[in-house]
């Protein structure tokens, strides 16, 4: 079969996502017809049907389900690839890092010297996003490089970088009854509540919706919730909250990640330069262990 183009591609997804030949192409701007036709065309070069159509509803097949996901890919990937081509092209380079507020646990600031003084270093960009952001922006193109969190992230297709490993910590108002304690459970907190996450994936919890750190701190302090967060949390604290230990909390990770087969040097500098600080800071905390 000769190779699909990305018209096709987006074709199937504007009907895929619509479930609807008129409402598709009126998003495309152009006729139903030809619409029509050049589905067609593509189920039968794939061989497959794609699409189930009565005079009342569109509906995916299981070939359907499977290629509209693997199609979002590739256009993703076509798209990335146009945005990292412009950026490599300009005058002047620059690599884009991306990370969630408070993200890095305090490691960036130490890369940052470290990475300038390689050849390969070129000016730096952070983008501070929102929760959940970092992995999009890195599959679509606007980034270079991302701080991710394990298991939090999706990390495929992601070549990636261990940086560090945290323990959990309670964050809790000042006035809360287990604000005294050396550390906890996770039982000790239940019917305390908890906040919910906004993101590109929400998580479950039923408490009040938290966008990022800073809001979650307010909403600490003033005794509305209490979250479990990994430990370097600590050092961006506020003075009306206070951090305990969970002894039974999962542990979590920071993980430095770029696109596989990535071949910037500029990028390949940055990640040596985040291996070696991290590489530092175990060593140091391995010394400073009782």
Not at 120 to 135: F, K, L, N, S, T
Not at 154 to 159: H, K, R, T, Y
């Given at each position: ?84 081509a ?41 983008v ?32 990636t ?56 701190m ?10 479990v ?37 500029a ?10 600080v ?6 140091i905390e ?5």
């Amino acid at each position: 079969m000769d190779a699909l183009e990305t018209r096709e591609l987006a074709y199937f997804v504007a009907v895929a996502e619509e479930l609807h030949f008129g409402r598709a192409a009126r998003r495309l701007g152009m006729a139903q017809p030809p619409l029509s036709r050049a589905i067609q065309r593509l189920e039968r070069r794939m061989g497959v049907v794609l699409l189930e159509r009565t005079s009342r509803a569109v509906s995916l097949t299981p070939a359907g389900i499977v290629f509209l996901a693997e199609s979002h890919k590739a256009l993703d990937a076509v798209a990335a690839a146009v945005r990292r081509a412009q950026r490599a092209g300009r005058d002047v380079p620059r690599l884009m890092v991306a990370m969630k507020s408070y993200g890095d646990a305090g490691l960036l600031e130490r890369i940052m010297p470290m990475y300038r003084r390689d050849p390969d270093a070129v000016e730096v960009e952070v983008v501070v996003c929102g929760i959940g952001e970092q992995a999009r922006m890195l599959r679509d193109g606007r980034v270079d490089l991302a701080f991710l969190h394990a298991p939090h992230d999706d990390l495929s297709g992601f070549d990636t970088e261990l940086l560090l490993t945290q323990d959990q910590v309670a964050v809790l108002p000042r006035g809360h009854r287990l604000a005294d304690r050396a550390a906890l459970v996770l039982a000790d907190l239940d019917g305390d509540p908890i906040p919910c996450w906004t993101g590109p994936s929400p998580d479950e919890h039923s408490g009040p919706q938290v966008r990022d750190p800073g809001q979650l701190m307010q909403l600490v302090a003033l005794g509305q919730v209490v979250a479990v967060v990994p430990e370097s949390v600590r050092h961006h604290a506020r003075s009306d909250v206070v951090c305990v230990p969970v002894l039974d909390g999962s542990r979590s990770s920071i993980l430095l990640a770029w696109p596989e087969r990535t071949r910037s040097r500029a990028v390949a500098a940055f990640v040596r330069a985040s291996t070696d600080v991290a590489a530092s800071g175990r060593v140091i905390e391995t010394v400073a262990a009782p």
